[in-house]
């Protein structure tokens, strides 16, 4: 087991597991020691004291999409900025002017969605 | 390597049956998802198996997975718009493509 | 691949094709998005095991971080009362046999393509990686900026239309 | 080492984190209680124990004792997995903060990005936490939160962009070796502010604490939740917290490096000396409209980032002559 990918996976997966398990550990232990009285009041979802209004699982706006949306969008052209990044430095202005046009590209979508309103919180 | 094929078939025919048999359109876009996903695995198996130092393979996962999220963002925007005027996210309730 | 490396492949394997069906499969839509979100992470592990460690943090970072939030958002965003709606009886039949012959198919044919297992993996991916994208690939990077924009435009416009 | 041997190993060091934030939180509640005592001319919390000292080591055991109160129609599973997957990710970070300079858990290949990857998942956490109680303060809290968090991690993750331009490698270790004459905050200032500035709103703090105002939502997403897993968002508030803080000393102020004083003391000083900054905006500032922190994050955050880009590209090209 002298594959460095493998090693990692294999640290990275006991970590993950101590970490995912000890809170669940944890919560099971102490189901036994604090109380549970269950009543029909205390489950109510919380209003401010009074009955709920209204559901809450409705369509929403549309609006709140857009930026997941853009996001998205953003977060891949980021990682391919990443995938060039680390050998950016010796590669030139060449390699740079690249860049460039790739950053002006998307920076074109962020125009657009600009321009669209897609950037408005309501 | 017989791992990987194995394991990326059987992915693949898990999102093709999703893809035939379901009719919701967020779990069809699940299951694409899937079968988008055992593809990669390949190109990342087969850039391993031949051209350990060249990369291509994993380039291509790269830009597969990028894809894969535009078309995510696009196919859900439909499947939302499709929902606000029908009221369904059915594929099969959906046949027209006018207004 | 390594004997150990293998095995660790086979175990995570199983977990990636196990949380696909149940995903596939579900009725509730919410449980499928998160199972999907488990193969995901499953199959970003494999990544990992295969030497691709770059593609393994993007899969995790576009897919878990950002697809699946996305579909939370649009689940959310559609919701309506109590369940979500899964319309009408599903259509197994023709479907499913030609899932069937198709994943039996290509399960054979690995199964007797007798590819040799592959050598070591190189040190450094990223580099690599960096630069195959500056160089062989260079179009292809540019390519995917297209295709970004080509996609915040498309789904805007989509978005757009059921405003009015 | 063997792979039940490494395994092993990796659960130790998962239990370890997982002690050291839980342990952060307790230190880090208390003195951000005192902190904002003194900046609003308060004591803070004085009862428990010689000035207070033990205050949130009372609240945890009151925590752990407390009723796990489920709404009658939350969904289950859901309501579970949301604070988990709201700490989960925070504390996974861990592994690769180097605590002075050998001190690194695991030096991935991929280190920076792997730190930047890991948290994204909270926004699951959050949507599911949000979605499942079934509350409409949960739900709006939910969605603020997921979106929130979302739109500041582009220009937060460009921003590191320009590290690992000058740095050369993602590589944890390679980042603190490139910095040992010049930290990047003499290079890239702007990039260091993004990240700060961004990194406020990733943890939801004020001025971007709106995912949880007080006034307008109750508690955001954690409005149903009561007892250990109440305490899970906080674990996860904190660890994140103090997680960022390291990486923003690793990536802008050298790590451990410095002169005299061991790598572990300078990296826990320069550490906690973000933690204390954050605390002060915290306390001191009014909260963003929710709507301008979204204008802020798009209109302002993301285009300054690309023009820190195009900084630290010649900024690179500058230092490599």
Redesign the interface.
Known sequence: ?N????S???FL?GFALAVFALPVFTILVFRWLRPSRPERLKREPYESGMPQAS?P??????A???F??????F???T??LF??????RD?GWA?LA?VG??VV??A???F??WR?G?LVWR | ???????S????????????????A??L???V??MM?AA??NL??F???YQ?????G??????G??????E???G??????I???Y????V??VRLLRE | ??G???M???LV?VV??VS??Y???TRQ??????S??A??TA?A??????????????????????????????????????RH????A???G???V???L???G??V???G??????????????????????G???F???L?????????????V??????Q | MS?AATFAWGALWGAVSLTIVGALTTVLVLVERKISGRIQMRVGPMHTGPHGLLQTVADIVKLLFKEDVRPA?A?A??FR?GPLLTAVPAVLSFAVIPFGAPLIMRD???GV??F???P??T??GL??AG?ASYDNYS?LGG?RS?AQF?SY?IPRTLAVVGVVMLAG??RVSAVLEAQRTVPFLVLEPLGFVLYLVTTLAEVNRTPFDIPEAESELVAGYHTEYSGFRWALFFLAEYGALFAASAFATVLFLGGGNGPLLPAFVWFLVKTLAIVFLTMWIRWTLPRFRSDQLMRLAWKVFLPLSLVNLVLAGLAMQVVAG
Request: glycine share 8%; proline share 3%; with cysteine.
């Open positions: 087991m594959d460095p990918y493998q990692d996976v294999v997966l559901v699982r409705r369509p929403f706006h549309m709140y999409y857009n997941a949306l853009v996001f998205i969008v977060e891949v052209e990682l391919l995938a060039i990044a680390p050998v950016l590669q390699a690249e046009i790739f590209l998307v074109l979508g962020l657009y969605a669209k897609a | 390597m017989t791992a990987v094929l194995v394991l078939a059987v992915l693949f025919a898990i999102g093709l049956f999703g893809v035939l048999t379901r009719r919701n967020i779990t876009l699940v299951s998802e899937v996903n990669n695995l990342v198996a850039s391993r198996l350990p130092e060249l990369m291509t994993q380039v291509f996962a790269i830009l997975i990028g894809v894969a999220a535009c995510a963002a696009v859900l925007a439909l499947i939302l718009t929902y606000r005027r009221g369904s996210t059915d099969d309730r | 691949m390594s150990g490396q293998s660790l492949f086979v394997g990636a094709a696909a069906l995903a596939v499969l839509i919410l449980r499928s998005i998160m999907l979100g193969f995901l199959v592990v494999e990544f990992y095991v295969l030497a691709a460690d770059f593609v393994s943090v993007v899969q995790i970072f576009v897919y878990v971080g950002g697809v699946v939030v996305l579909m939370l958002f649009a689940l959310m965003l559609s919701a309506s009362g109590e709606p899964l319309a009408g599903d259509r197994p023709l479907g499913a030609l899932a069937y198709v994943g039996g290509l399960v044919a690995s199964l393509a007798g590819l040799p297992e592959p050598g070591k993996a190189p040190a450094q991916t990223v580099d690599l990686l960096g630069r195959s994208f500056l062989g690939q260079l292809a990077f540019e995917m900026g297209v295709v970004l924009l080509a996609a915040v435009v498309a789904a805007l989509v978005a757009r239309g059921e405003r | 792979g129609r969904d599973m859901a997995l991935l290949n991929v990005l792997y930047l990857a890991v994204g998942v926004a699951v949507l599911l979605w739900f969605l997921s979302i991690e490698s993602l």
